[in-house]
């Protein structure tokens, strides 16, 4: 079983630009991994536009664009991209939130999970976002830091106001049994 999860500059752009579009609501999407080792590596992080949107929630917001989802992976993945693991993403945006699974986050891996047979377990990141305020202003910045497990940003693009992230992740395997995966990044945002 993978112990960290590489969360290189794009997939982090691509995570914390759908987070932000969207922001205050919860955004989601699925991720590609790539297993080296001990490591997974977020190839890609997809948003999937079509969904419902709400404040502390999001789900799937339309059956018949998730059906073209499916069938349209099951093309490209005849090009090569077969070994790569399916996981997902997704915001946290209420106040007291955190970058941890909720009962709602398993009912939701359970249920790609009854998806597709091939998966021994599904790899979920969580993005808590939120939005700070500064008494001491400074130029645009973006910046990201480890701290125990979590990737640790803040995005700061007004001298006084920004967003703060916390980035986790956690490996779910069928049988229920949950891991944090220690997240790391190998670039700058
Ligand atoms: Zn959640």
Redesign the pocket.
């Given at each position: 079983m993978p112990t960290r999860l590489v969360l290189p500059p794009s997939a982090f752009y691509n995570m914390f630009q759908s987070a932000v579009e969207v922001f205050p609501r919860e955004s989601d999407g699925y991720s590609f991994l790539n297993p080296q080792g001990r490591d997974l590596v977020v190839v890609r992080a997809c948003p999937i536009q079509t969904s419902k949107r709400g404040f502390g929630q999001v789900d799937f917001g339309n059956k018949a664009a998730m059906h073209r989802l499916t069938e349209f992976e099951r093309a490209v993945s005849m090009n090569g991209h077969a070994g790569l693991i399916r996981g997902g993403y997704?915001s946290?945006t209420v106040k007291e939130s955190v970058s941890e699974?909720?009962l709602?986050?398993l009912k939701f891996i359970r249920d790609e999970l009854a998806k597709r047979e091939n998966l021994d377990y599904w790899v979920e990141l969580?993005i808590t976002l939120k939005e700070r305020f500064y008494s001491t202003p400074s130029s645009p910045t973006a910046r990201t830091w480890q701290s125990k497990n979590k990737l640790q940003a803040i995005v700061r693009p007004q001298a006084n106001w920004g967003y703060r992230a916390s980035i986790g992740a956690y490996v779910v395997d069928r049988e229920e049994h949950i891991r944090e995966l220690k997240v790391i990044t190998n670039g700058k945002p």
């Open positions: 997704h946290h699974l909720s709602g986050d969580i």
